[in-house]
């Protein structure tokens, strides 16, 4: 049985920038969201990212084809009908002046309210499973004008869970956020969308926490093409390189990272083993050195002692040794 929630069939989306003509982003795009999954979006600047999300989300008409949500064409449901089964997160701030957490989070149950948004104890009790399930029971009563963007982020999805969705799309949560707290957002979408069982759509630049945590990408290159599979099946199948192929900077398959392009400065024979050699491949690689081990040429050997590192540089039979990589490095551009 198909656990699909949301689908789209031939979707071009877009914008009318007159009466007479439409500027297409991108074209007949037909795929699904499974109950469970996290998803993300990717693809350069300028990309459609937004525009996907914001048609998906139902704010934004599309061209031509529709959108289903459990079969259900989204843009003949009532907007109360879309926000029980929808949210949306987006990325910009938003001024809601004096309004505790605690308060901003009940606002996701307003699909289910009365007109004067009184909670039934039902509902108070799902606020505070989404608070709870945000790991922001500490938050809760803080104003949320006075909370970091990573804080704030959490209580917007804390929001977006309250509206009891069954399909949750995100628009650059992990913008504006630190390391740490990147990794601590994708987790936890990559955790709802395990235990409540909804599909998690969110739009990223992140694309190293994209490869590590998403179930599926989709990643949309600037000709309007949605590739879309496991993050590994677009690595390998060279859809990845060439969606984020620009001058400057290629994406490497072996390593699943992104590299600078570097003038050339020639090969270095690496001797060595253990972390401090690994390092010390990026740093020459990083100023533009082949590293290889076939024992001609310029050698540098990595040696470990306790926890000091020394690196030993043998040319032409004299030896010079250096105490760290910058020091190496200098070195050998100046060689
Ligand atoms: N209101 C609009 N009218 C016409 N064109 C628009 C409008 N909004 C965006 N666009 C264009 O649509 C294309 C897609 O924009 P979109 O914001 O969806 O890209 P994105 O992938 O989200 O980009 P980014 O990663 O920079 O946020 C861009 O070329 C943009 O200039």
Redesign the pocket.
């Known amino acids: 049985m198909s656990n699909s929630i949301l689908t789209t069939h031939n979707l071009t989306i877009?914008?009318k920038?007159s009466r007479k003509t439409v500027?297409c982003?991108a074209s007949d795009i037909s795929v699904s969201l499974q109950a469970g999954e996290l998803v993300c979006l990717l693809?350069?600047?300028?990309?459609?990212?937004?525009?996907?999300l914001r048609s998906l989300a139902g704010m934004q008409p599309p061209i031509a084809g529709e959108v289903r949500l459990l079969g259900e064409n989204i843009y003949k449901l009532t907007p109360q009908e879309l926000a029980k089964r929808l949210s949306l997160v987006l990325t910009e701030k938003v001024d809601v002046g004096m309004l505790s957490a605690y308060t901003l989070v009940t606002l996701g149950r307003y699909p289910y309210t009365d007109w004067w948004g009184n909670l039934t104890p039902q509902d108070q009790a799902i606020v505070t499973w989404a608070i709870k399930s945000v790991g922001a029971v500490h938050l809760a009563q803080r104003q949320v004008s006075e909370l970091s963007d990573g804080e704030r982020q959490k209580i917007m999805i804390a929001r977006a869970l309250a509206q009891s969705p069954i399909v949750m799309l995100l628009d650059?949560p992990t913008a504006f956020l630190d390391l740490p707290r990147r990794v601590e957002i994708m987790q936890l979408l990559r955790q709802l969308a395990r235990e409540t069982n909804q599909a998690i759509l969110l739009?990223t630049?992140d694309l190293d926490l994209a490869l590590r945590l998403a179930d599926k990408v989709w990643l949309?290159s600037t000709n309007g093409i949605l590739h879309v599979g496991a993050p590994e099946d677009l690595v390998l199948s060279g859809a990845f390189a060439d969606t984020f192929e620009s001058e400057g900077v290629e994406f490497d398959v072996a390593s699943g990272e992104f590299h600078l392009h570097t003038s050339h400065k020639g090969e270095i024979n690496l001797i060595g083993k253990g972390i401090a050699t690994v390092w010390t491949i990026r740093a020459l690689k990083r100023a533009g050195f082949q590293v290889n081990q076939n024992k001609n040429g310029l050698s540098v050997e990595v040696i470990t002692q306790s926890r000091q590192v020394l690196w030993k540089i043998t040319n032409s039979q004299t030896v010079y040794t250096y105490h760290s990589l910058y020091e190496l490095i200098k070195f050998l551009n100046y060689l």
């Open positions: 877009g914008y920038t500027r982003v693809g350069p600047n300028g990309a459609g990212k937004s525009t996907l650059e739009s630049h949309l």
